[in-house]
């Protein structure tokens, strides 16, 4: 039979055994979650100073005590009352006798936007939320005459009162001790034409025993419209560094208020001129002959005229203008300006250059040119005047005035030019030696006298022979002498192969008119439109207008189609034939 043993012992012994492994197991994870109780997670707000000054600028430092990885710090909650600046982040890793530590840090620069008791509120990071933090913010002290403190920010006019279109002057200075950077807003000048004088010149200044640093804006506008202008002061914002201390600056300067006045109509001798207001305003001319010392008929002038202006713009300056006459043309360029900007203003120049074609011989007036101007310093009107200027003006060489055309050499007009060089060129050379050695040689001047007398006889008997076998021609005969132009001739310039160049056409054309057809000024052209091609030439060589597209080749085609229009010079010569004739009859 068999027999089962229990060990009694062991069974009594089984609890105790049991329970001890329990609290061992309990131990141990004690032992193990102790770390966690004694390293909690922290996140810490302080400052540099928690009492400042409005506009001081403080430094907020944030620290972890663990590594954020990649979470990233909200600062939302900070822009309700402050302004950041800037933010900087660094992490630290250390391990010292074997213990292990890491960190994480923010600085924040902060700007506090209003006085009193701001509040760092509660940031989070990672589940880690930091406590709030207290920061008072007192008033900036106020600045006065004698204390001007750190910074200030200036502004100016010089002048309450103006006339529309007059220029006003608008300074604006920012003052600050140590160093600085920011940026301003312009000022605004409502209904008006601005320029700027000065962007930001800068120089030192020793007010009250302290050195400062000028900023120095200087702006020039000309109201457009009456009435009152209010320039709003403008916003200098940045930061300060001085004595080792950043401090945020926010400066205003103060509203500007400006009267503008109307033009002042009963000033003016003529109320639709124009409305000039100026410090000073002068006129000038150069005149260049660009040929000769003599001027001609055809020659041309250059004459510059300057306009000087002492505050205005060279926008507001009036083009001068001369306007043709029946004794010459005038060519203008479009005029050349320039501005100086000064401390006093803007000095404006405009010059005009003109070319100046006489058309007509004789004494030539150049007509004075006058400016009214209002005088902004004196507060009267004022004239600028370039005087009238008189020229003598001489016939052309080898015109029609001076030296009659050739005609063509035929029997009977070559006894016309025979007639007309030695009766006229006889006459005078006598006359002109007898006035000469008549105190010299009485006894030989009056025996050549004599003989002169005989041979003048004869000749006019000869002369009045072949004008009256002439007169007894018929019509067609007395006209056979004149040779008229063909009409299917042209130019010799317009049956090259190639054009010339615009001013060797027109020097070209000028010499054809003048000595085929004795024409020297356009103003004794009958065909119009050949004229008005020619003035479409001079504009171009002397005004710099464009060329029309086919010009040269249109007064071309107007050349040969015009000959009719042209007197043959054979018919001038047989007019005075016919005038000599009369002279010589009896």
């Avoid at 713009?313 to 501005?339: G, M």
């Amino acid at each position: 039979m068999n027999t089962i043993q229990l060990n009694t012992q062991s069974i009594l012994n089984y609890p105790k055994q049991h329970s001890i492994l329990s609290w061992r197991v309990v131990l141990l994870i004690v032992l193990l979650t102790l770390p966690l109780w004694v390293f909690a997670k922290t996140l810490d707000v302080f400052t540099d100073r928690q009492t400042v000054e409005l506009g001081d600028i403080i430094t907020l430092t944030i620290r972890a005590d663990f590594q954020t990885r990649n979470s990233q710090l909200n600062l939302d909650n900070l822009k309700d009352q402050f302004e950041i600046l800037g933010r900087q982040q660094s992490n630290q890793i250390s391990i010292i006798n074997g213990s292990f530590n890491s960190s994480t840090q923010w600085q924040i620069t902060l700007l506090p936007k209003q006085e009193g008791d701001l509040i760092v509120p509660p940031l989070h990071i990672d589940g880690v939320q930091s406590a709030p933090y207290k920061i008072k913010v007192r008033p900036a002290p106020k600045k006065s005459i004698t204390t001007m403190g750190n910074y200030f920010l200036e502004s100016s006019l010089n002048k309450q009162q103006a006339y529309v279109q007059e220029e006003v002057l608008y300074r604006l200075k920012f003052y600050f001790l140590g160093a600085f950077q920011g940026n301003i807003r312009p000022p605004i000048f409502e209904n008006s034409l601005t320029t700027t004088i000065k962007d930001q010149a800068v120089y030192g200044k020793n007010i009250n025993g302290k050195n400062y640093t000028v900023y120095e804006w200087l702006y020039a506008f000309y109201p457009q419209k009456s009435g009152e202008v209010v320039i709003k002061g403008p916003i200098f914002s940045g930061i300060q560094q001085y004595r080792n201390r950043q401090k945020g600056v926010q400066e205003v300067a103060k509203d500007q208020t400006l009267t503008v006045l109307p033009e002042p109509i009963q000033q003016k001798s003529n109320p639709n001129a124009l409305w000039l207001p100026a410090k000073s305003i002068t006129l000038s001319e150069t005149l260049t002959n660009t040929q000769q010392k003599t001027l001609r008929v055809g020659d041309s002038l250059t004459r510059t005229l300057t306009l000087t202006a002492t505050g205005l713009r060279a926008s507001q300056l009036p083009e001068i203008k001369t306007e043709n006459q029946a004794s010459f043309k005038v060519y203008s360029d479009q005029p050349v300006t320039e501005e100086t900007l000064l401390d006093s203003g803007v000095r404006s120049v405009q010059q005009t250059k003109q070319t100046i074609i006489f058309t007509q011989a004789g004494k030539i007036t150049l007509p004075e040119q006058r400016l009214s101007w209002f005088n902004t310093e004196t507060q009267t009107m004022e004239t600028a005047v370039i005087k009238a200027r008189q020229l003598t003006v001489l016939p052309e060489l080898n015109s029609s005035a001076n030296t009659p055309s050739q005609p063509t050499q035929t029997p009977n007009t070559t006894v016309l030019s025979d007639m007309n060089s030695i009766i006229p060129s006889g006459v005078s050379r006598e006359t002109s030696e007898t006035s000469f050695v008549w105190p010299l040689i009485t006894s030989l001047l009056g025996f050549a006298w004599f003989i002169t007398l005989i041979l003048w006889r004869k000749q006019t008997q000869k002369l009045k022979s072949q004008l009256q076998q002439l007169e007894t021609n018929d019509s067609p005969n007395r006209d056979s002498f004149a040779v008229p132009l063909k009409q299917t001739s042209t130019a010799p310039f317009c049956n090259s192969s190639t054009m010339p160049e615009p001013s060797e056409f027109y020097k070209q054309l000028k010499k054809y008119l003048k000595e085929n057809h004795s024409i020297g000024s356009l103003s004794d052209l009958e065909n119009t439109d050949l004229k008005q091609g020619i003035y479409q030439l001079e504009e171009h060589l002397f005004s710099n207008t464009e060329l029309p597209d086919g010009l040269l080749e249109t007064l071309c085609k107007q050349l040969k189609e015009g000959a009719k229009d042209f007197p043959p010079p054979s018919q001038k010569e047989g007019k005075k034939g016919k005038q000599l004739a009369s002279l010589y009859k009896h």
